[in-house]
């Protein structure tokens, strides 16, 4: 490297260049940790009928396997973040790191249902640990400008890249080992992380505004959920009466009642309530609770319906998803940016939401003997390339559209929370639905297969539905706040942005 003649300083400082390395290497480790994150979003999809089978789950006791991961990640996702800024990111990081790597291995050597369903949890509290600790290592980082944004790019790109695989690496797994590997798969590169963090991230923190932490909202609101998610799948179990029902349900209102004044009295709420003054933010989140909720209770039945009714191995399900999966990416990519130039963030929000409602709908027509190139895979592309790759970015910019810059992370945070949310409660009313309309059929606990499709065409129906009052509530409650090009601008993610 040559010298400058007039100063004798060299044009590209050694430090500088080690600096940049050391900035890669931290990039390349928050990385794996959102890789692991959006793969336990989806690599359990297809474990779920051997999952049920080995642990003798009933078809109301399933759903929670993912469930339990969404609730927990969505309720904590906001302290998370929090507690990152205030005890410095490194160090939630790891700790999150930590439980999540913990948690896969209970996971993994589970032999009975409550002790898988407890440790899903657990990995849930971990993500919601790492995820907006590791964001918040890439913005401490690198510098705000290109650098940042070709940073945060690769950042959601390899998260994407993560719940893709995971529906074909949760086939394979299944199929040639066990299902058990679909958790202990996450371990080795769980201790990568621990063992690398140290040396290659910086910690940081905030040295200034309140040091609170709203645990009491972060615990209600997650009990809360979990509760109502309980009520729902448990209402249709034999046994279950009327004043059961009525007295779990009242206690859950009573937990989210005791929320919502935590947060109205709290000094530094986990979600303060005065976000929700704007409309576009709260139509954007009442909208991303039917986003990925019905999207998730598609892949639920698709993967029963393709394992339990076809007969198809657990590799064979995972090759099937994969072209929709695939056709997420283009779509979000490619075509999502374009539509909103065009049509703007309310009609494309709109758009997306029609096309998941409808491809869902169209999955409705499967019966014993279906086609896969003629009546699965068109439905399959409508939801998946469509629906999600249009509607996930476009809620993105439309959460945080018209909100000040000091409250653009609370606005996507809370999203984010919405997100999972959705998926959990979705996923608990998709199993009721399809057991209930199952068993009035049947009467057994071994449905026959005809019982079984009676029940997946009101659950994807129902979750049709659900889509499609949310596409309602998206034209209906958005407001364009810049020029669309603008808006994408502000948000360089969108076209990288997949259900993390």
């Known amino acids: 490297m040559k010298a400058s003649p007039l100063t004798g300083r060299l044009s590209q400082p050694q430090s500088e260049r080690s600096g940049s390395r050391q900035r890669q290497i931290a990039l390349l480790i928050v990385c794996i940790a959102v890789f692991l994150d959006a793969l336990d979003t989806s690599i359990v999809n297809v474990a779920l009928p051997s999952i049920q089978g080995d ?23 906001l302290l998370g973040g929090r507690a990152a800024d205030l005890l410095g990111r490194r160090r939630i990081f790891l700790i999150g790191t930590a439980l999540f790597g913990l948690a896969s291995l209970i996971c993994g050597l589970a032999n009975s249902g409550w002790l898988l369903l407890v440790a899903r949890g657990l990995q849930g509290i971990g993500a919601a640990l790492t995820l907006p600790s590791a964001i918040s290592i890439i913005t401490t980082t690198f510098a705000e400008g290109p650098e940042r944004n070709r940073a945060l790019s690769i950042f959601t790109a390899t998260g994407a890249s ?28 769980a201790l990568l992380i621990l063992l690398f ?83 576009t933010t709260s139509a954007a989140n009442l909208a991303s609770l039917t986003l990925l909720g019905p999207f998730f209770g598609f892949l639920f039945i698709a993967a029963l319906y393709l394992q339990d009714v076809l007969h198809y191995s657990p590799v064979q399900a995972s090759l099937a998803l994969l072209p929709g999966s695939a056709m997420t990416v283009l779509v979000s990519r490619w075509l999502a940016p374009r539509l909103i130039n065009r049509l703007g963030v309310r009609l494309s929000t709109g758009l997306g939401l029609l096309c998941l409602a409808s491809g869902i709908a169209l999955f409705a027509r499967i019966g014993p003997g279906s ?43 809370l999203q984010g929370t919405s997100l999972q949310t959705g998926g959990g409660l979705w996923l608990a009313i998709t199993a009721a639905i399809v057991a209930m309309n199952t068993v009035s059929t049947q009467g057994v606990a071994q449905a026959s297969t005809a019982a ?49």
Do not use: C
């Open 55 to 77: 642990l003798h789950l009933t078809t109301l006791d399933l759903p929670w396997v993912p469930g339990a991961y969404f609730l927990t990640y969505g309720g904590f996702l």
């Open 162 to 189: 993560g719940f893709s695989l995971g529906l074909v690496l949760g086939g394979i797994l299944t199929t040639f080992i066990n299902w058990h590997w679909v958790f202990f798969v996450n371990i080795p590169f």
């Open 197 to 279: 963090s140290r040396a290659f991230i910086k910690e940081s923190r905030l040295t200034t505004g309140t040091r609170s932490y709203d645990i009491a909202g972060a615990v209600t609101v997650t009990v809360g959920l979990l509760l109502l998610g309980y009520v729902i799948t448990q209402a249709n179990q034999p046994g279950a009466t009327i004043m059961k029902t009525a007295g779990l349900l009242a206690l859950t209102l009573f937990i989210l009642a005791v929320f919502i004044l935590i947060e109205w009295r709290s000094k530094a709420p986990l979600i303060p309530l005065r976000i929700f003054r704007s409309r």
């Open 371 to 413: 086609d896969y190139l003629w009546t699965i895979l068109p439905p399959m592309l409508l939801v998946m390339g469509l629906g999600m790759g249009i509607g996930y970015p476009t809620l993105a910019i439309a959460a945080v559209s018209g909100i000040a810059n000091t409250e653009q992370g609370l606005a996507a945070g």
């Open 452 to 500: 079984q499709l009676n029940g997946f065409h009101v659950g994807l129906l129902v979750a049709a539905v659900g889509a499609g009052v949310g596409a309602l509530i998206a034209y209906v409650g958005i407001v364009e706040h810049a020029h669309p090009k603008q808006a994408i601008a502000d948000h360089p993610l969108v076209e990288n942005e997949l259900p993390l």
